[in-house]
């Protein structure tokens, strides 16, 4: 599993699912192979995906939509693995959306996934990196800090959640990471109060970050950028906007950044940190929160909420 | 004949329409097509020209006169099969064609009373062979047997595709959406163009052999180049123009405020006038502006009328005169109450706290010389600004091609809007055997010239098949 190395000749394979694809895989498209919940709320999946699995580099994502009344909704891919033909996604049951994918069980299909969408992170030898982590913000951060290892940087992490309970990934971060630092809200766990925080006392205590990667909640990553501002580090955040199609079509997911309009699924996901109207990105993800809660009381009421 | 019949003959039989008031409340489809009875009377006001000047006004070339004759003489089987020789979608063109400006403007009855309905009775036909269950001659067994990938299932992709597998070739088509169709899909709504017709036509496009592959974003899950690495001898592009536009003006990013292309994906695509049946939802209050005067603006105008929208209006820079929309298409909004506010744009949107739009201001318009479009060009009037409140804004001015596979293939010629540049016979790019049509070449067009986009294509790409072919055996022998 290797997102920074090209992926070369293995492109050459036939299309799934055609007579020349043969026998490689009796699997169904987009099956659920391995369910986890890594914390309360927040569930890991990983499923049959193996034209996905082969061409996705970190930083990218996939649309999907898990049945044929689902609304399309991205989410990244977290791992991949083109030898098994599958990719992981890591998420939070927030809205109907989310709660039918977390309903799904092993041996269930989800309707359709496309990608790899986006661009893929530029990975390349920075030298120090801090990779800022809030949430899944962390799910999204690993296959970057991955990659960055893997380029010879040295990383710094930093992961954060409200509480213990909800911090991911630790023992994965902590493996590909030089030095990993913790912090929650609440003080259950390592440092009390923000991953930015965190980062400013390290700023503080001399450590010459060469850029940042803060991913996370959009309050999280507008405080991380406004602590890297003063001392002009190079900071990439990685939006995580509206989308429908996720391919440039629709332009919800449009944000501005440098006083320009940028598509989050054309342009980005990640962007210039210091350049993001964060405060309108914010108004922009609050637009449907009656009618995401309209649609999961509707489906409560009538019988749960599960796969159509 | 006496003078009242040909009084009547000057006419044509009207298309019987869901009436303005029943069906601003349902997105069912508005034109709800001719009966035997008027078909049989509108085909007969056909004279037979011996020369038709029709034919020339028809992107797809189809013999007119051929398939009305056929429905005259109650062969309906025979008017369908006609009309297939050329055209793979006359469902869809019957309904979306601007027929007034292509075979009905050459029509010689025009001249003197109205032209034939050719677009309604290729409809009849099409309904008729679809309600009778599309039967698919046996494919041609050709000596060629190409791999063909299409790229886009829209108009262009599905004609060229349909074309070449009826050549014999194996073709798959990459459609980067959930669903085949392409703006057929995503873009015209339901009640211009219903679903299970285009789904019907899809249908029709597989069981000519052409395999059609959903959720393929081409330029992201495979290259162009590597398309080549997978077996295909050639490739056709046709990827629409989906890119929406937007207006640059203050606001713009406000919640309320949807591309064109956003509001009817969501209608059309994924069925938000249902929710919270299907899960995707849609907000648009009581007062909705849509901005532009195409066919976009009318079926987003229509549909946000249908989502209960109590006020909208289509907000345009120029006059009547110069709205690119179809007359019919003007005159149905009209029907249903859609307000119109020519000579005027938008220059800034208003929001409240939580960032959603309340307001627009405005700026009204005189026209001055004409531009290079042909259309007189709006110029503001300093001073005259005013507010309209609003709910929400769909904003319908245009669509540019998507990028992605400009920027993923290397040696594709594009021009300064992004449009692919092609040899206009051939419909070949750039690159060796890549072949493109429809909106991404052209720009925003119509469906019937992506679809004759699409059928050039296919020949070329056929010859050129046949042309290798044959090297390739005289190598060996």
Redesign the interface.
Known sequence: MNYSTSVGRE??L??Y??E?YGKRSVKAMYEALKKLELAPKIKLLKINAP??AR?AKAGQFVIL?IDK????IPLTIVERDPREGTITLIFQEVG??TM?LGALEIGDEI???????GNPTEIKHYGLVAVVCGGTGTAVSYPIAKALKEASNQVVSIIGARTKELLILEDKMRNISDELYISTDDGSKGHKGFVSDVLKMLIEKGYRFDVVYAIGPTLMMKATANVTRPYSIKTIVSLNPIM??G??????C???VGGE?KFAC?DGPEFDGHLVDFD?LI??L???IP??K??VE?HEKSGGIKRD | MTKADKQRKRQSIPMPKQKPENRINNFNEVALGYTTEQALAEAKRCIQCPKPQCIQGCPVGLDIPAFIKEIREKNFDEAIRKVKEKNSLPAICGRVCPQETQCQKFCVMGKKGDPLSIGRLERFVADYDLQKGVTVQPRSKSSVDGKVAVVGSGPAGLTAAADLAKLGHKVVIFEALHAPGGVLMYGIPEFRLPKKIVQAEVDYIKKLGVDIKTDYMIGKLYTIDELFELGFDAVFIGTGAGLPRFMRIPGENLGGIYSANEFLIRVNLMKAYTFPEYDTPIKIGKRVAVIGGGNVAMDSARSALRLGAEEVWIVYRRSKKEMPARLEEIENAEEEGIKFKFLTTPVKFLGDKSGWITGMECIAMQLGEPDESGRRRPIPIEGSEFVIEVDAVVIAIGQTPNPVIQRTTKGLQTTRWGTIVVNEKTGKTSRKRVYAGGDVVSGAATVISAMGAGKKAARSIHRSLLRKKRMQQRKES
């Open positions: 492109n050459a036939p299309l699912g055609t020349e034209e996905i061409k939509r009344k689902g609304e399309r109907l959306s039918k309707m359709n996934v496309a990608g790899p969408l429908v199609d391919m440039g079509m629709c332009g919800a449009r944000v501005t309009t054309l309108e108004k922009r609050r637009v449907y009618e995401e309209q649609a509707l």
